[in-house]
């Protein structure tokens, strides 16, 4: 059983930072591909980044050159560095584990993924 715990969500300003992570029970290497997940009020899970053993990463065209998804082999955390945040940014973060490569890049459909962390509130005003 794979367990997954994040942190590093919290309250920021429109244009500023934020780092989530990602730390995994097993080893990540392991884990399948792994991705990033969000949930604003009234709306459906949407994948937002993903990475594969290999890491080959795939992103959200919403986040595209503004988050970079990551992998620490050593420490089993996954990472979401979150630069320019905006307020349509604003969502539940959730990281995700146990998918396996689609067509050559790591899904960012949610129900490829079998194992999920609690949430992290990330709230951009």
């Known amino acids: 059983q794979v367990q997954l715990v994040e942190s590093g969500g919290g309250s920021v300003r429109t244009g500023g930072s934020l780092r989530l992570s990602c730390v995994a029970s097993?080893?990540?290497?392991?884990?399948?591909?792994m991705g990033w997940f969000r949930r604003a009020p009234s709306t459906e899970r949407a994948g937002v980044a993903a990475?594969?053993?290999?890491?080959?990463?795939r992103y959200a065209d919403s986040v595209k050159g503004r988050f970079t998804i990551s992998v620490d082999n050593a420490n089993n955390t996954l990472y979401l560095l979150m630069n320019d945040l905006k307020p349509e940014d604003t969502a539940i973060y959730y990281c995700?584990?146990?998918?396996?490569?689609?067509?050559?890049?790591?899904?960012?459909?949610?129900?490829?993924?079998?194992?999920w962390g609690q949430g992290t509130q990330v709230t951009v005003s």
């Open positions: 990475i594969d053993n290999e890491g080959r990463t």
């Open positions: 097993v080893d990540i290497s392991s884990a399948g591909c």
């Open positions: 995700a584990a146990g998918a396996v490569v689609v067509g050559g890049t790591p899904p960012l459909i949610p129900t490829r993924y079998t194992h």
